[in-house]
């Protein structure tokens, strides 16, 4: 298991040193610092193996985490480790940077003797370790509330503890897509997938059993199946959704390649009878990932036109589309042009927002606040080379940014129902919210 | 902290401080202190006022306390039993979280003293009412168990922790199994983990209700588990499968590998296994939206994955394009993912990307983009068209490094297309001035000697690279030579001078022995047969294959048991960079037999696993079915019952006299006895490995020769026993005149009145006569030595045949041969001294005295391990009575102990003793009416062989010096890894003594020369024999890929 925690700034000085194993010395911090931090070339591969010692290292913001370890360990339980703990470093003090390590090293020395214990990874939800590991110090607990606060550390429900109250309950959904796209010069569309996330907002009293319905094309035609033959309700996981189309099912549904959840989530449950049930932790946390990969519509299109003129000349064109209900707004546009590195001047005319040259980044940054469904923008470069530089320029992908207000991927909440028996609120008491939101990810054109 | 300088005063000031009255001032002192230890500055001066700290009821206080506790007591173990009061305290106080806190820093203090105070607080936090404590608790017995192994067995926390998997908290349950996975791995021997159906239920049923950790921990321990049957897994499966769907990568990731090691155990054509496929593929694609670091470790298991079984992500191409911001070992990983799965049908799409990415920054990225089109071509005949343009547009590029490495890959697509693309020569020779790295160097020289013929100009631009010659890399001198050998084949007349310089240049100005040894062999080749010379030089070469880097299929199976974890990560097993304790090898679990589809390999597999440290190292008898039998093909799992082909090879005399080399063989022979006992260390060490299934069961074949031979007797001469007529098998030359320079020596052996007798024939075949004839024995296995010295009537006249007795007794000195049974033999006469080899019948040196008493046999047929035992059938054909079979296996000293009727069986249980005292065992099962006669052998395997390799008769590093070939008079090339020490490969086919062994110049073919006359090809991957010559009388001593 994990020998050995170590935190180091930008220059290689140790800020957080926690050793587990007795396997692990004083020198393994040296050695990582000599061979990674201080390397000549950079090292290419996230887990090192020096001196039969294995090191797993990320850098945020110029600092270095580094996880050591001498046993034959589970890699990818180390790297979600290590991300755990910087999710869990950053809700208690914001970014990760050198100051925030240095005045926080008393309580990141306490978080790393609670979240990992001999080097096995213990309870790390940050809801629960807020309620015992505090800047301020322990509070004087009464007897009641230690062992309702172990019982969330070890509990079945480690994530959310008893005696909750709000006077209003309310809930918040956002269903958060990341459109990702590989376009060729041509518009030919190489790839692209839907990230989707849904972030639930949760102010429930008590200990309340939700129920989270989507529109998936398994579950929309489980539904009508068993409405249409109601005698067979068990059979859905085996039954591969395109032999049942249903004329409602095909509209609405879509197609989720593969989906993950929050632990939260009875994942049992979920195989057998494919509902989404959970006891939601409280206050903000993602409920579910998903991906999609059919019937995408992309909100936006790039059309690229790029000319050399000579060594010394470029001529780029740019026209973007929106392709979507023209009543929607997107927003925050951003499209960025890579230009060469020996660019001297640039040229630029634009239809619509503002463009500019920026030489310290290499690229044309074109902005729009924003742009209405079923429209064209164009822009239009000149870009003056200096003619020194051999290098061939290979064309970096022409990217774009954008927020549309709908799901890309189709992907529409049914429903969300609250069920909370001890405490006496229905589910028509519950205020609820639902929210879309389309971003891109990496939305690339190749030019 | 960097106020921390004046070391003296700080520390001193520190004191003061810690012992303030002011909780406060305490705290920020305390701080001070984490902190400058922290940094490596060494604070243990401290101590006493630290420890004094401790009382103070606060718990934040109270943490750093121990942090400091933790660091220092190893330094201080007198001043840490301070301590022990305190922790006692606190592992009584009422707040659980103060109660565990004590437990687990106890836990990690190593300090003797300590560890005594820590049994009894362990055992009431085992019990605690509080799940908080419980978890803590477990995981304390691991560390105390990392302490002091001895402790944890006698104070029974073993048993206290086994009932923690019971506990009702799901959390307790998840530790529990980390601390018990932890110490089973430590002490394998013990069994202290013992997963069964029960245990398996509990861990499943907390697997639903833990933190994500903990289910890791329990799919790790999970896929240790071996189900009984095929349900069993089958329902674990079913158990497992959700988890595919948790967030946390860990999760999915074991998931996977429990459902990769079951999946063996399924059938592989149920719709259950579709299923399964169809719901593996997503959540590893999902993977690749994680981290870049997890994506690594995702792309690295999905490789190991594809490689296994590849249909799971058949269909998921697109998502290993890269991406133009994935870090570069996202980017290189991907690539390689996607040549996996490239096939007809997607090629276009891939090919369109490869080339995009070539054009990319980075320069190994786009190297091995480059490459990879070359592989497509290979791959994909369709696209082999496409991607020879694609190419060649590449290197008009004339970016130095895209196009060295294309003129590599060209040269591969070369070999697997031969004639086909060479109209692209001319575009090659162009960029021949910008190549300077050795292996495109190389490349482009093969290119030119292979294809001499079409290039004009090829003596010029060989001799082009000629006048730097010294300069060169190893790999393109070598390449030169030969190419240079090649033209001269191909245009003698106008390159005779060319030759000569080169070999002139090898032979005598350069210190590499490979080298000049290739040099010395090409001379000789040309001088003396230049006919001879153009069928090796110029033969038709193998095509390559078209996978490639494909790891080793056992080394595979080893690392889809660790999928997730680092070995997957570096594709490497643990034991490699793992290190010290002992670790046990994981494999994916067999298939069992009662599914029909490997009835026949129950045997062996028992003879797999059984892999004892004492094997023996024979595979005698291998060359001769090499045509015949594709017998490495099927090696990791054997597919077709290798006894079959013993039957055949019975009976086979290897007597070779090398007419022009003689005294070479006799220094040969004479150093062999000298290397047999001065392997290399790495040798040693490796001994112990599998090798080759095949090997483990030479014994058997020894004895199914003999009872071959009765075969033979019984039904083929029909010879009848009776009286005391003794199996004796005919005589046979053993030596021929033309060798013996007109002596024809032939014999055979036998057993007579409790002696074994050497019957020889000696004829004079020459002109004149021959006398002083002596005869001596070379050491061998069973110390046979002659008793008197050879009585021949001398002289003997030309076309005398005198035949002679000599009797041979067992006291001589013993040493292993190869086989078993070989005997090597001198004979003298006035003329010259000849040597032969030949093969003892084992059944000569059977016993009289091999009787047993039943009780012993008894114990004795118990006591050895099935794994010694081998099955073997025979025919009965003359269908001879029990009776008659039993007298007649008496007379050669096959005994009879008892004979039973088991289900109208006749069973006969037989024992023999060899003169080296060790005991066959023998289980003769006969049913009446059938002829056939199925019995087992069993024998103290271990006793009876010394397993020590042959003499290694060379050892020769591979091109990139990643690999280390061995030939060794073991008759068996062998693969290895010297940097994992680790045998890779072994591959068979010579009947004697492999002399040298050379691997081709991309390390897809070996080639090999031995005593036996024979030339091999062997392919590397799939150890298959691709061309044989034996076409050369003498020995090759040297054998060089061209």
Known sequence: MIGGVFIYNHKGEVLISRVYRDDIGRNAVDAFRVNVIHARQQSRFPVVNIARTSFFYTKRSNIWLCAVAKQNINAAMVFEFLNKMIEIMQSYFGKISEENVKNNFVLIYELLDEILDFGYPQNSDTGVLKSFITQQGVRPVTREEQTNVTSAVTGQIGWRREGIKYRRNELFLDVIESVNLLMSQQGQVLSTHVAGRIVMKSYLSGMPECKFGINDKITVENRTKNQLESTNPNNNSTTNGSTYPSSTAAKTAIAIDDCQFHQCVKLSKFESEHSISFIPPDGEFELMRYRTTKDISLPFRVIPLVREIGRTKMEVKIVVKSNFKPTLIGQKIEIRIPTPPNTCDVQLLCMKGKAKHKSSENAIVWKMKRMGGMKESQLSAEIELLPNDKKKWNRPPISMNFEVPFAPSGFKVRYLKVFEHKLNYSDSDTIKWVRYIGKSGLYETRS | ?1042
């Open chain 2, 1 to 1042: 902290m960097s106020e921390l300088e004046g070391k003296k005063g700080e520390i001193y000031e520190l004191k003061a401080e810690l012992n303030s009255d002011k909780r406060e001032r305490k705290k920020e002192a305390l701080k001070k202190v984490i902190a400058s230890m922290t940094v490596g500055k060494d604070v243990s001066q401290l101590f006493p006022d630290v420890i004094n700290c401790m009382q103070i009821d606060n718990l934040e206080l109270k943490k750093l306390v121990y942090l400091y506790l933790m660091n220092y007591a190893k330094t201080q173990p007198e001043m840490a039993i301070l301590a022990v009061n305190t922790f006692a305290k606190d592992c009584n106080d009422p707040n659980p979280l103060i109660r565990a806190l004590a437990v687990r820093t106890m836990g990690c203090i190593r300090v003797d003293k300590i560890t005594e105070h820590l049994c009894e607080p362990l055992r009431k936090c085992l019990k605690d009412e509080d799940p908080y404590v419980r978890k803590t608790a477990a995981v304390c017995v691991a560390k105390l168990f990392d302490i002091n192994q001895q402790l944890v067995f006698d104070q029974g926390f073993l048993d206290m922790l086994k009932d923690l998997l019971s506990d009702s908290n799901p959390m307790v349950v998840a530790n529990a199994v980390a601390a018990l996975s932890e110490i089973s791995e430590q002490s394998p021997q013990t069994k202290i983990f013992d997963l069964n159906g029960p245990t398996i239920n509990k861990l499943l049923t907390a697997l639903n209700e833990c933190s994500e950790w903990g289910q890791v921990f329990i799919l790790d321990a999970i896929s240790n588990y071996s189900p009984k049957d095929d349900k069993d897994a089958q329902s674990i499966c079913e158990r497992v499968t959700p988890r595919l769907a948790h967030a946390n990568s860990a999760v999915v990731l074991s998931s996977v590998k429990v459902l990769m090691k079951f999946l063996e155990l399924l059938d592989q054509q149920s719709e259950f296994i579709q299923n399964l496929y169809r719901k593996l593929s997503p959540p590893l694609v999902t993977l690749l939206s994680a981290e870049p670091e997890i994506q690594y470790v995702a792309l690295r298991n999905i490789n190991l994955i594809v490689q296994k079984r590849s249909d799971i992500l058949k269909n998921e191409m697109k998502v290993f394009f890269v991406k133009y911001n994935d870090p570069i070992y996202v980017k290189l990983e991907k690539l390689d993912i996607m040549i996996r799965l490239t096939n007809a049908t997607n090629i276009a799409q891939v090919l369109a990307e490869l080339k995009e990415y070539a054009t990319e920054v980075d320069v190994d990225f786009v190297r091995k983009s480059v490459r990879a089109i070359g592989r497509c071509a290979i791959k994909v005949e369709q696209a082999a068209e496409r991607c020879v343009s694609t190419l060649i547009d590449l290197i008009q590029t004339k970016v130095n490094y895209v196009v060295q490495e294309a003129i590599v890959v060209i040269k591969d697509i070369f070999r697997k297309y031969p004639n086909k693309y060479e109209s692209i020569i001319a575009t090659l020779c162009e960029n021949l001035d910008s190549l300077d790295e050795p292996e495109a160097r190389a490349s482009m020289i093969w290119i030119v000697g292979e294809y001499a013929e079409r290039i004009d100009n090829a003596d010029e631009l060989l001799e082009g690279f000629l006048d730097g010659f010294k300069d060169e890399n190893t790999q393109v001198q070598l390449q030169l030579l030969t190419g240079i050998v090649k033209l001269f084949l191909k245009k003698p007349t106008e390159t005779q001078e060319l030759v000569t310089r080169v070999l002139t240049l090898v032979t005598q100005e350069t210190d590499n022995p490979d080298l000049r040894d290739r040099g010395y062999i090409y001379w000789r080749l040309l001088s003396t047969d230049p006919k001879a010379a153009k069928e090796v030089v110029l033969a038709e070469k193998p095509l390559i294959s078209e996978e490639t880097d494909l790891l080793e299929p056992t080394l595979l199976d080893e690392l889809i048991c660790h999928i997730g974890s680092l070995a997957s990560v570096y594709h490497k097993p643990p034991n490699t960079f793992v290190e010290g304790r002992f670790i046990m090898k994981k494999n994916l679990p067999l298939r069992s037999k009662s599914y029909g589809e490997q009835e026949n390999n129950t045997g062996h597999t028992t003879m797999q696993t059984n892999q004892q440290p004492q094997q023996v190292v024979i595979s005698s008898n291998v060359g001769s079915l090499i045509d015949d039998f594709d017998i490495l093909g099927s090696m990791p799992m054997p597919s077709s019952n290798p006894m079959d082909t013993y039957e055949q090879s019975q009976n086979r005399t290897t007597s070779v006299v090398p007419n022009l080399l003689d005294d070479e063989l006799s220094s040969i022979l004479g150093l062999d006895s000298n290397l047999g006992g001065n392997q290399t260390p790495m040798m040693n060490t490796n001994t112990s490995l599998p090798i080759n299934n095949r090997q483990t069961t030479s014994t058997g074949n020894e004895l199914d020769d003999l009872f071959g031979d009765f075969n033979l007797q019984t039904g083929g001469s029909g010879i009848s026993f009776s009286g005391n007529n003794v199996f004796v098998p005919p005589k046979e030359v053993w030596l021929s005149a033309a060798k013996g320079k007109g002596l024809e020596v032939s014999g055979t052996f036998a057993r007579r009145s409790n002696q074994i007798v050497m019957e020889m024939d000696f004829t004079n075949k020459a002109l004149q006569p021959m006398n002083d004839l002596a005869l001596q024995i070379n050491r061998n296995s069973f110390g046979l030595t002659p008793a008197q010295p050879l009585q021949v009537t001398s002289p003997l006249f030309p076309n005398q045949t005198v035949p002679t007795q000599l009797i041979l007794n067992t006291t001589g000195p013993i040493m292993r041969m190869d086989p078993l049974t070989n005997l090597q033999v001198a004979i003298k006469n006035n003329i010259d001294i000849f040597y032969f080899n030949c093969i003892v019948p084992i059944h000569v040196y059977f016993a009289q005295d091999g009787e047993m008493d039943k009780m012993t046999f008894v114990q004795t047929w118990q006591e050895i391990p099935e794994g010694n035992e081998v099955k073997h059938q025979l025919q009965n054909l003359s269908n001879l009575s029990i009776d008659d079979l039993q007298n007649k296996l008496r007379l050669n000293n096959i005994h009879t102990i008892t004979r039973t009727t088991i289900e109208q069986k006749e069973m006969l249980y037989q024992t023999i003793k060899l003169t080296n005292g060790i005991f066959i065992l023998v289980e003769l099962r006969i049913t009446p009416g059938n002829r056939t006669i199925s019995f087992s052998l069993k024998t103290k395997l271990e006793r009876k062989f010394p397993a020590a390799q042959g003499a290694i008769r060379c050892v020769r590093y591979n091109i990139d010096g990643n690999y280390c070939l061995t030939s060794g008079s073991d008759r068996t090339i062998k693969l290895w890894k010297p940097d994992s020490s680790l045998a890779i490969k072994t591959y068979t086919g010579h009947s004697q003594e492999v002399l040298d062994v050379h691997s081709s110049f991309d390390n897809s073919r070996l080639c090999s020369g031995g005593v036996d006359k024979r030339v091999l090809y062997i392919d590397v991957m799939t150890g298959k024999i691709v061309k044989k010559y034996q076409a050369h009388a003498g020995i090759k001593d040297f054998y060089i890929f061209n």
